[in-house]
């Protein structure tokens, strides 16, 4: 028992220290504009950085500096954060991240989020602790709490293969308006108009982003695209496999589809071989892609042609380039160049 409680008097009360999370909701703001303002960049709108500068006197925040002095130190490690580091394109998508860290004396951390906010933050969480200052990731969703969270740390990022809106970070990213448009236009060219899409879930956005520019690029072109004519089963659903299986099984099913990413697309490929669907013959094919579709597939598919590891290279040389990060954010977007192969059989029209 200490001497103040022998005498009968209290404990006096800790001082609740006020975080940058309190400054935030004052000010009506994101915690990662607070850290814009406190860090002295210069894009942010004049109204906000005045409503922040009056909350932080107002509520007499001092900004953590022992904190602010741990991140300052050097390191010489990069974080790589993606959804799932099994998955082919992703792995490609790190081995370019590292080859432009390596050239730069610098060693990768990489992480899976399993496509999970949580664990998502858990991982960055840890990589930060580990005294890591930039990042490269693959958001897991498009909500901000994450970025926020860098924010606060003072982490440098770079967005890859998913754009997060409104963020303070910049992103690369495949241009899919031009791969999809392309693609229409090669099955438009070749006679068809009854066009499926296998689009995956629109939970995400490129899902999202996917299926918008195949239905603008078909009505742009006159077509329709039902609802019945597109498939947006979850991943988990043997990878969209029964929802292939329920748009090929219609009684008057699309003479072609158009499949938005590797995955899906073997899945799609499935589908018709176990409904002894043979392609092009009885049904064109084109999707976006990577190579293991056109050198393991016969016929091999048309396809809008990725390049994760470009996309890595990218996002990684924007992430050592202070200049770039201190630019205003900029959304860099990698071609994917239309490869032809011999999944699309043109329609004879009477």
């Known amino acids: 028992m200490d001497a103040s409680a022998k005498r009968g008097g209290k404990r006096p009360r800790a001082v609740q220290r006020v975080t940058m999370a309190d400054v935030a909701r004052a000010a009506e703001v994101s915690v990662a504009t607070v850290s814009r303002v406190l860090n002295g960049y210069p894009h942010v709108a004049a109204q906000q950085r005045e409503r922040v500068l009056a909350v932080i006197e107002a509520l ?41 860290a390596q050239q730069s004396g610098l060693a990768v951390i990489v992480a899976s989020t399993e496509e999970n906010a949580e664990r998502e933050r858990q991982q960055l969480e840890s990589i930060v602790d580990h005294g890591v200052t930039h990042v490269v990731l693959a958001p897991a969703t498009e909500e901000d ?41 090669v099955l438009v060219q070749a006679g068809h108009r009854d066009i499926g899409v296998v ?17 603008d690029a078909l009505i742009a072109r006159g077509l329709d695209l039902p609802s019945e004519r597109v498939v947006i089963e979850d991943f988990m659903d043997g990878f969209g496999h029964a929802g292939v299986l329920r748009l090929l099984q219609q009684r008057q099913r699309p003479t072609a589809v158009l499949v938005c990413n590797n995955i899906l697309m ?21 999707g976006i892609a990577e190579r293991e579709f056109l050198d393991l597939v016969q016929p091999p598919i048309t396809t809008a042609q990725q390049d994760p590891r470009g996309i890595g290279r990218l996002a ?16 860099l977007r990698v071609p994917a160049p239309l490869v032809a192969g011999a999944s699309v059989l043109p329609l004879v029209r009477m």
């Open 60 to 100: 007499n925040y001092r900004p953590n500096r022992n904190a602010q002095n741990l991140r300052a130190r050097k390191s010489t490690l990069v974080g790589v954060v993606v959804p799932d580091i099994a998955n082919p394109y992703f792995m490609a998508m790190v081995r370019g991240c590292e080859d432009v």
């Open 199 to 215: 689009a995956g879930p629109q939970s995400g956005f490129t899902g999202r982003v996917r299926l918008a520019a195949a239905r």
């Open 266 to 286: 073997g899945a799609t490929l499935r589908a018709a071989r176990l409904l002894h669907i043979a392609i092009p013959a009885d049904l064109s094919l084109v």
């Open 145 to 185: 709490e994450a970025l926020d969270f860098l924010a606060v740390r003072g982490t440098h990022c770079v967005l890859v293969d998913r754009d997060v809106p409104g963020s303070p970070y910049g992103a690369v990213l495949n241009d899919d308006l031009e791969a999809v448009t392309a693609l229409v236009e």
């Open 316 to 331: 990684m040389k924007v992430l050592m380039d202070p200049v770039a990060l201190d630019r205003e954010r900029q959304v």
